[in-house]
């Protein structure tokens, strides 16, 4: 069974600080990993993709990669209010996408 | 571009009734999945089209199908609908054209399945 493992959270962070969400796999086949925001009563909508390890930066937003370790992360850098939802983390190898159950996240102002 | 659309929106159906849920993807994408969301179970795979043929399938009771017509747009339907079929179900299309963006999913706004 391919797991995807985050915490439930809430992360709680204060505006203007840094948000780190993490994120382990089982499959060490994958090879694509997403990560989604969904906000209360929308769909999902992507926000980064990185498919090898290392830090991939997209504005305010860093993914991270390590494969060895099984591990995605993605740094929020001066965190609004407006960040304020579930992050989800989505993973594919040979296999259709797995979802990890998200990581609710709070800035608070 | 437009992005995928989903109809209804919104859906309220009796126990026992079948429903027919419709997807169109993005413009040039041949690529099909669908979702259901519940709060405790979260994202579950349900079924992807490519081609008009399903490719791979979840875990889910033979009462959920689907299909996929020649301009790429697709259909699930549930019969027999059960309380714990209220979920929120969820399209996703990629272009599968080459290249890494070709794993890049894009989810509809979905549809809210409530079953009284």
């Known amino acids: 069974q391919k797991e995807v493992e985050q915490n439930s959270g809430p992360l709680s962070v204060p505006e203007g600080a840094i948000a780190s969400l993490n994120c382990t796999y089982s499959d060490r086949g994958s090879q694509s990993f997403f990560w989604y925001r969904q906000y209360s009563g929308k769909s999902p909508e992507l926000i980064m993709s990185?498919?090898?390890?290392g830090d991939k930066e997209d504005g305010r937003f860093t993914a991270q990669l390590n494969k060895a370790s099984q591990y995605v992360s993605l740094l929020i850098r001066d965190s609004q209010p407006s960040d304020s939802a579930t992050y989800l983390c989505a993973v594919r190898g040979n296999t259709p996408l797995v979802f990890g159950k998200g990581t609710r996240l709070s800035v608070i102002a | 571009k437009a992005g995928v659309t989903q109809t209804p929106r919104y859906l309220i159906k009796t126990r026992g009734q079948q429903v027919t849920l419709s997807c169109s993807p993005i413009?040039?994408?041949?690529?099909v999945s669908w979702y259901q969301q519940t709060p405790g179970q979260g994202l579950q795979f349900l079924f992807e089209y490519f081609s008009e043929t399903q490719r791979n399938k979840g875990n889910f009771p033979g009462r959920f199908s689907g299909r996929q017509f020649s301009n790429s747009r697709s259909e699930m339907n549930v019969s027999t609908l059960e309380l714990g079929d209220s979920a929120l179900y969820l399209c996703?299309?990629?272009?599968?054209?080459?290249?890494?963006?070709?794993?890049?999913?894009?989810f509809g706004p979905g549809t809210r399945l409530t079953v009284t």
């Open positions: 996703a299309s990629r272009g599968l054209a080459g290249g890494t963006s070709s794993y890049e999913q894009y």
């Open positions: 990185i498919y090898s390890n």
């Open positions: 413009s040039g994408h041949r690529s």
